[in-house]
């Protein structure tokens, strides 16, 4: 794992825009195909806006997962990340070759993660786009996070602090308008992917970077987990980086 430290947002999303079109594009290169995660999210605005602006990726060759999804919530709801990635990604890049987004409203929602599951073990991830959240958690692998499950998709229970995030960034009005569960994407699976890279805008994770990013790997702080990963780059700015500097 290594971080870098840019001196705006606006920066941090195209430095990290930048790496991603690179990992996919030499995926294309060499496989025919790329397959890769977005993250949704405040922390996510620049990056994917930066991604967008790439020129000369071959979008008919790349296949989209995305990391987690709300129990219960439909995709017009605001704080949907499906409708997230819609307006924001897949409708304004080329058709992609396959979009697989978590449908948490759909039925049981063990039955969708079981559904999930069974696509992306025959996709192997070249490059996941994350960030880290207020509490340290990894999509939404909430402390105290499960570092064993195998399964690549699971259902999971928010805490209040990843709840008051959701809130605080205005996807939500009331802390109980909040769902209680998610599917997420698992630590392992994500651990699974050939590259991964975080951005991490502003003052309010600066706290959760430099646990994450300099205290003891544990799931108390899930993004620890990222030290052991041997293709993990860190994309900061000057704020979310204000307790590591000095």
């Known amino acids: 794992m290594i971080y870098y430290i840019c001196k705006t947002k606006e920066k941090l999303g195209e430095r990290a825009a930048k790496q991603a079109a690179e990992i996919i594009n030499n995926s294309i290169r060499t496989k025919g195909t790329a397959n890769v995660i977005l993250a ?26 995305h990391l987690d999804e709300y129990v219960g919530l439909p995709d017009s709801h605001p704080a ?13 890049v080329p058709e992609l070759k396959a979009t697989f987004f978590v449908e948490g409203d759909k039925g049981d929602p063990e039955n969708e993660c079981e559904r999930l599951n069974q696509i992306i073990v025959d996709h192997p991830i070249d490059v996941a786009l994350a960030g880290i959240g207020e509490n340290g958690h990894l999509a939404f692998n909430d402390p105290p996070a499960d570092f064993e499950t195998g399964a690549p998709y ?18 939500f009005s009331e802390l109980e308008d909040v769902p209680r569960k998610a599917i997420s994407m698992s630590i392992k699976q ?9 951005s991490v805008p502003d003052e309010r994770k600066s706290v959760a970077v430099k646990h994450c ?7 108390l702080h899930p993004a620890s987990i990222l030290q052991n990963h041997p293709n993990c780059t860190i994309y900061l700015d000057t704020e979310s980086a204000s307790l590591l500097q000095g």
């Open 80 to 92: 949907s990340f499906r409708k997230y990635l819609k307006e924001r990604f897949v409708t304004k």
């Open 40 to 65: 949704t999210g405040a922390s996510q605005f620049e990056t994917i806006k930066a991604l967008i602006d790439i020129s000369g990726i071959d979008w008919s060759k790349v296949v989209m997962f």
């Open 190 to 198: 994500i651990m699974k992917s050939k590259n991964i890279i975080c």
């Open 213 to 219: 990013l300099t205290g003891d790997i544990t799931n």
């Open 154 to 171: 699971i259902v999971v229970e928010l805490d209040e602090a990843c709840r008051k995030q959701q809130m605080g960034e205005g996807w």
